[in-house]
């Protein structure tokens, strides 16, 4: 049986890098949860300006390419309360047992300039493992246990 977190996840890419704006509102790639327990969404922010809101919201839906709903509570909130002390932190909403079968991820911004870098996301617990990971997503997953130095 395989021990490691690492081999029950599928890890996943959900968005390219968000420029710098005051008005971001991007939805993330569709997340198949059918197998798995639950998803968490990261997401850094790479500038803020003050008085920047950064935010990254959960959605829900039953098929992959519908109209997505937000989640009650799977919001992660950041405000800048000087320019760039929210720099390299991380917004992150981990959604257990959701509802529907399709999860992703929103990221936005509001008042003054926030850049939001690279989403990944990730759905855990899976059912079968070792997970089999999306070769497009995954150039290579190493686990190891209990290593000898190198």
Not at 83 to 105: C, F, G, H
């Amino acid at each position: 049986m395989m021990q490691q977190e690492a081999n029950g996840v599928k890890w996943m890419y959900g968005q390219v890098a968000v420029a710098a704006a005051d008005d971001t509102d991007s939805d993330g790639a569709a997340l198949d949860m059918q197998d798995y327990d639950g998803a968490f969404f990261v997401v850094p922010i790479e500038d803020s300006v003050a008085t920047g809101v950064a935010t990254l919201t959960a959605k829900q839906c039953d098929t992959s390419g519908g109209i997505y709903a937000a989640l009650s509570g799977a919001v992660a909130t950041a405000t800048s309360a000087t320019n760039d002390d929210l720099n390299t932190k991380l917004l992150i909403v981990d959604v257990y047992r959701p509802q529907e079968r399709y999860l992703k991820a929103n990221v936005k911004s509001v008042t003054a300039n926030i850049a939001f870098g690279t989403l990944y996301q990730f759905a855990y617990k899976g059912r079968k493992s070792p997970v089999a990971q999306i070769a497009a997503e995954v150039a290579q997953l190493t686990c190891v246990a209990s290593p000898a130095e190198a």
